[in-house]
């Protein structure tokens, strides 16, 4: 699962993004806290939803482990002045995100 979450660029706004290119000293790179389902980990989280009431919301533990992850930016470094997303291909750019 870290792998994975490892190779996913980061899924950040356009001003948590600049926040962390001004401030990193590698904007290429972020480091993210990850909390991961594993039957054999050493923490519980109250968070597997049993009903969805409007009332009382009842839940149910689960077994986790908490990680940390580099994952990629899609940021080139600050030195390059032109806009850049992840990929070729930025979904937001006609709606001016």
Known sequence: MES????????????????????????????LSV????EH?????????????????TRSERKVHHTWIIAPTGLLPSTDSRRHTSGNHDPF?????
């Open 4 to 31: 994975v979450l490892g190779a996913v660029p980061w899924q950040a706004g356009r001003q948590k993004q600049q926040e962390h290119k001004d401030n990193a000293g590698d904007p290429q790179t972020v480091r």
């Open 35 to 38: 909390t991961v389902e594993d």
């Open 41 to 57: 980990g050493h923490f519980t989280e109250d968070d597997v939803p049993l009903s969805f009431s409007l009332g009382p919301r």
């Open 93 to 97: 750019a006609l709606l001016g995100w």
